[in-house]
C-alpha cells in the first residue's frame, strides 16, 4: 500500500515564486493536514480538512491555501513564496473524526526559499 | 495556554540498556497521547497511543508508555534499546477542544549507541 504519497520531495523557489504541493492518500482516511517542521519546533499545523469539501485553519496558515480536492486529495499552496516558509512539509491523514486515531504521514517535502 | 514538553533534546543511551525518553503535557480535559517515531529523512511513524484503561501501554517494535495523570506525563520506554532504535521521537496530545488538532512536543533525538 502506499499510504500517503507527497509530492514533490524537494523543491527550491525564489522569493515571490509560487507553487503547490500535492498529496495523495489510498487508505480512505476522512480527514487531511498538512504540518510544517522546523528545528526544535515540532510539528506546527498549518491547515487541515475534517472531511471532503471542508477545510479550516490551523496553527500557522498565514502566507498558506489549501484544496480538499476529493476525498483522496488534499493540496497546499504557496501563493508567494517567503524565506520565512523555508522548511519541510508533512502531509497526513486519519480514519476518523475521533480524537483517537492516529495519524499516518507522508515523506515529506523539503522546501527551500532563496 | 496548552503544551506539550519534552524537556531533553537529546538522550543518549548504550545498547542494551534500558531507555525513557519524556514528556509532560498541559491540556484542558482528557487528553488522548500518542507517541510517533521520525527515521531521518522520513515521515513520522505512529508507535503507541494511550486513550483510555491500563496506564502502561505497548506499542510497536518493543516500545512502551506509561501514562500518569497525576503527573501529567506519558514517558516512553524500552527495556533494551538498539542501535537501529536511533531517532527522533515525537509526543503528541490531542487539543483540549478539537477532535482535529494535536499539541506537538519539540522532539527528542534519541542516540543509541554501540
Known amino acids: 500500500n502506499a499510504g500517503v504519497t507527497q509530492t514533490p520531495k524537494f523543491q527550491v523557489l525564489k522569493t515571490g515564486q509560487s507553487m503547490t504541493l500535492q498529496c495523495a492518500q489510498d487508505?480512505?482516511?476522512?480527514?487531511m493536514y498538512w504540518y510544517r517542521q522546523d528545528p526544535g519546533m515540532g510539528l506546527r499545523l498549518i491547515y487541515y480538512?475534517?472531511?471532503?469539501?471542508?477545510?479550516d485553519k490551523g496553527e500557522v496558515p498565514n502566507g498558506y491555501n489549501v484544496s480538499r480536492l476529493n476525498k483522496r486529495e488534499f493540496s497546499l499552496r504557496l501563493e508567494s513564496a517567503a524565506p520565512s516558509q523555508t522548511s519541510v512539509y508533512f502531509c497526513?491523514?486519519?480514519?476518523?473524526?475521533?480524537?483517537?486515531?492516529?495519524?499516518?504521514f507522508g515523506q515529506g517535502t523539503r522546501l527551500t526559499v532563496v | 495556554a496548552q503544551s506539550v514538553a519534552q524537556p531533553e533534546d537529546q538522550v543518549n543511551v548504550a545498547e542494551g540498556n534500558p531507555l525513557t525518553v519524556k514528556c509532560t503535557y498541559s491540556?484542558?480535559?482528557?487528553?488522548?497521547l500518542f507517541w510517533y517515531v521520525q527515521y531521518p529523512n522520513r515521515g513520522l511513524q505512529f508507535l503507541l497511543k494511550?486513550?483510555?484503561?491500563d496506564n502502561l501501554v505497548k506499542g510497536s517494535y518493543g516500545f512502551e508508555a506509561e501514562f500518569n495523570k497525576s503527573q501529567t506525563s506519558f514517558h516512553l520506554k524500552k527495556p533494551s534499546a538498539l542501535v537501529s532504535d536511533s531517532a527522533l521521537y515525537f509526543c503528541?496530545?490531542?487539543?483540549?477542544?478539537?477532535?482535529?488538532?494535536?499539541?506537538w512536543g519539540a522532539g527528542t533525538k534519541l542516540i543509541i549507541k554501540p
Open positions: 503528541a496530545v490531542t487539543k483540549g477542544d478539537s477532535n482535529y488538532q494535536l499539541i
Open positions: 480538512s475534517a472531511s471532503e469539501g471542508t477545510t
Open positions: 487508505m480512505n482516511h476522512n480527514s
Open positions: 497526513a491523514s486519519r480514519l476518523g473524526r475521533g480524537r483517537s486515531t492516529e495519524a499516518f
Open positions: 494511550y486513550i483510555t484503561g
Open positions: 491540556v484542558s480535559g482528557n487528553p488522548y
